[in-house]
């Protein structure tokens, strides 16, 4: 592809294309028990923790409820793309993988989850999680990185006309042998480089994607076919960021996604091909020799 997709937004486009903030990394392994919700089995072991702001890599379990929705167009003038009716299949669903934020919305503790898993049918989807009507059928593996001096919360933003996660510092951040940082990605930007700028912005060397949840306008793969809808869901499977050449960071991202049509597409993002539809949350942790 010769340029980078774009996808016009209902409102003005801002200066600052990434937000972000920075924190002390924490780590924490914990088990979401079976019979809550997906929003309370994750947020009650994270408030427990004194954790305000986390990313959560999720495996292997079931959820049973599951209601999910896949990216579909604008309902209306003011939105560039929207969510596909709420989709609910019978019995339980095995989890494959998901991300999922972890913050505040009016106040109480909230998730934006993306995820693939198999259905009671034995086919393989993928969407946008509702973390207050799925419930945990299983035990699932949740691995989160969270920071105690950042708060992520949810916050209209008009360029979208979308509420979003938006990461703020709560305090200054003292020494530290790992950091971690925190960023909201704005529309049309590509999101390989724009984890290279957020290296660069905190003095990154080198570092690990930690999680990651968002949407991209289709997708261009390395190693996969391209993806042409031009809305899709997406969760980070693995990223690492080296410095190249010439010292600068320079990042490799794998992801998972579904389009508009169902799709699901897996592989490596082709750098500077691969623009932000609405929103991506995502964190890194410094590398620390």
Not at 75 to 82: F, I, K, T
Not at 112 to 124: E, K, L, S
Request: one cysteine or more; hydrophobic letters at 40%.
């Amino acid at each position: 592809m010769v340029a980078l997709r774009r996808l016009q937004q209902p409102g003005r486009e801002r200066a600052d294309r990434i937000v972000s903030a920075v924190g002390t990394a924490e780590s924490l392994e914990f088990t979401l028990t079976p019979g809550l919700t997906l929003n309370a089995a994750i947020s009650g072991p994270l408030l427990r923790a004194g954790i305000e702001a986390a990313q959560v890599e999720l495996s292997g379990g079931a959820f049973g409820p599951l209601t999910y929705v896949i990216p579909a167009a604008a309902c209306d003038p003011g939105h560039a793309a929207w969510y596909s009716s709420a989709r609910k299949p019978e019995g339980t669903s095995r989890l494959d993988a998901a991300n999922v934020t972890f913050g505040r919305r009016e106040g109480g503790p909230f998730t934006h989850c993306h995820a693939f898993f198999t259905g009671p049918d034995g086919v393989r989807r993928g969407g946008h999680v509702m973390p207050l009507d799925t419930v945990v059928a299983a035990p699932i593996t949740a691995r989160a990185y969270g920071a105690r001096e950042v708060g992520v919360g949810v916050e209209f933003d008009p360029e979208t006309d979308f509420t979003l996660f938006t990461p703020r510092a709560l305090s200054g951040v003292g020494p530290s042998r790992r950091r971690l940082a925190f960023a909201r990605v704005r529309p049309n930007t590509d999101i390989v480089t724009a984890v290279e700028e957020l290296c660069r912005r905190h003095g990154f060397a080198a570092g690990t994607v930690r999680g990651g949840v968002g949407s991209l306008v289709g997708a261009c793969f390395a190693d996969a076919p391209d993806v042409s809808d031009y809305a899709t869901e997406v969760f980070v499977r693995s990223g690492v960021i080296r410095p190249g050449p010439d010292g600068e960071p320079e990042a490799a991202l794998d992801v998972a996604l579904v389009g508009m049509s169902g799709c699901l597409a897996e592989g490596r993002l082709v750098r500077g091909e691969n623009p932000v539809c609405i929103t991506f949350e995502i964190a890194v942790e410094e590398t620390v020799a």
